[in-house]
C-alpha cells in the first residue's frame, strides 16, 4: 500500500469548459442542459457529461429580529415542493423573495419585508451568501438579520396576483430556538439565520441598547 510520501502532488488550477447549453423548458422558471468537463484531483480531465440545471436565479432572505422584547417575526405558508412532507407543506420561513433586474439585495430584504410581513426593516445585518442546492441549481441566497419595532406586527399578508397567503408570527427567540432543536424549522436560510442569531443575539441587544443610551 502506497504511503502518502509516494502519492503524486497534483497541483489544480481548477478549470472547467462548458461545451454546450441547451435550454430544455422556460417559463417562470428555467430548465437547462450543461455539457460540460472539469479538471480532476488525480490529475487530467474528466470526460464531458451532461447536468440539467435549474436556473433559480439570485434570492434574498431575512428574519427580521427586535432586540427590545427579543422576538423574531417568523411567516408560515404553503409550499408546493414539500407536499411530501410527512408533518405538513405549510412551512415556517423567514421572509425572502427573487432579487429582480435592477435591485440591490438590500432593496429585496426591505421591500419584502412589508410585502410578506407588513414590517419595516432597520439596520440589516449580513449573515452569508449561499448556494441553496449547488447539485442541481443556481440559486443563491444572501441571507440578512434585520431590526425591527414588532409592536402590532401579525397577520395575513402577501400579495394576491402572486398567489401569496401567508401569516406572520412574532415569536419568543427562546421558542424560535426550541423550535429548531426539536426539527420544526425546515427551511435552510430560517436554520442558518436562527443558528446566527443564536450565537450573535446579545451583541444586537448591546447594540440596541447603546443606540437608545445615545438617542436620550
Avoid at 422584547?69 to 427573487?98: M, N, T, Y
Avoid at 426591505?110 to 449547488?134: D, F, K, M, N, T
Wanted: glycine fraction near 8%.
Amino acid at each position: 500500500m502506497a504511503s502518502d510520501e509516494d502519492l503524486p502532488v497534483i497541483t489544480m488550477n481548477y478549470k472547467w469548459k462548458l461545451d454546450k447549453c441547451t435550454v430544455l423548458f422556460k417559463k417562470y422558471f428555467q430548465l437547462d442542459e450543461y455539457s460540460l468537463s472539469h479538471e480532476l484531483f488525480r490529475g487530467g480531465h474528466s470526460q464531458v457529461f451532461t447536468r440539467e440545471i435549474f436556473e433559480r436565479g439570485s434570492a434574498v432572505a431575512i428574519l427580521p429580529y427586535d432586540p427590545k422584547c427579543r422576538k423574531v417575526v417568523l411567516i408560515e405558508q404553503f409550499r408546493a415542493g414539500a407536499i411530501h412532507d410527512q408533518d405538513s407543506p405549510w412551512l415556517i420561513e423567514c421572509v425572502a423573495g427573487i432579487v429582480e433586474e435592477g435591485e440591490t439585495d438590500e432593496q429585496v430584504a426591505i421591500r419584502e419585508g412589508r410585502e410578506e410581513a407588513g414590517c419595516e426593516i432597520g439596520q440589516l445585518h449580513a449573515i452569508s451568501r449561499y448556494y441553496v442546492s449547488p447539485g442541481g441549481s443556481t440559486e443563491e441566497c444572501t441571507l440578512y438579520c434585520g431590526i425591527v419595532d414588532s409592536t402590532g406586527i401579525g397577520g395575513i399578508h402577501g400579495l394576491a396576483d402572486e398567489n401569496e397567503d401567508i401569516r406572520v408570527e412574532l415569536v419568543d427567540a427562546d421558542i424560535a430556538y426550541a423550535w429548531l432543536r426539536e426539527g420544526k424549522i425546515k427551511s435552510s436560510a430560517t436554520i442558518i439565520a436562527l443558528q446566527w442569531l443564536q450565537l450573535n443575539e446579545d451583541r444586537l441587544i448591546k447594540d440596541s441598547v447603546d443606540a437608545g443610551s445615545v438617542g436620550e
